[in-house]
């Protein structure tokens, strides 16, 4: 696991090898304004291939500053490690079954971990789109 975490580690800097957005990231936006809803906003006219720390890497090879990751995911980082190993462990199992069928405790410990974490005076329930085996708790 370690290994893996190493190899997909990106160098903390700002490196620009082509003009902002790049050629395939142009090739890229092209693609998305003919298939995606115009309601669906971008600010940065690059597409990401992988991100680590602080930085990002588009699909032309150029590492930026990581300035959105306020928005989704600055709490947990924009490729954690603990994410990395919880979302690798959980596919090994499985990747999704309609919990509306077939039930599984993932489901239910992230609800009751919403629960846990919401005041209320009354017993609380909750519902995930998304929810994994094993819920990220801050330590």
Excluded: K
């Excluded at 940065?44 to 990581?66: H, K, Q």
């Excluded at 199992?93 to 992230?110: L, Q, R």
Aim: with cysteine.
């Amino acid at each position: 696991m370690t290994d893996l975490l190493d190899q997909t580690a990106l160098q903390q800097r700002r490196h620009l090898v082509t003009e902002i957005p790049g050629p395939r990231s142009q090739e890229l936006m092209a693609r998305r304004n003919a298939t995606v809803s115009a309601g669906v906003g971008t600010t940065l006219p690059v597409f990401v291939s992988r991100a680590g720390g602080g930085v990002v890497e588009d699909v032309d090879g150029n590492t930026l500053i990581d300035l959105g990751s306020g928005i989704a995911v600055v709490s947990v980082g924009n490729a954690a490690p603990r994410v990395v190993e919880a979302v690798q462990a959980q596919v090994a199992d499985f990747t999704h079954t309609c919990f509306m069928v077939t039930p599984y405790e993932g489901y239910v410990a992230v609800c009751e971990a919403l629960a846990e974490l919401t005041p209320a005076r009354t017993p609380r329930r909750a519902r995930c789109s998304t929810p994994a085996r094993r819920p990220w708790r801050t330590r």
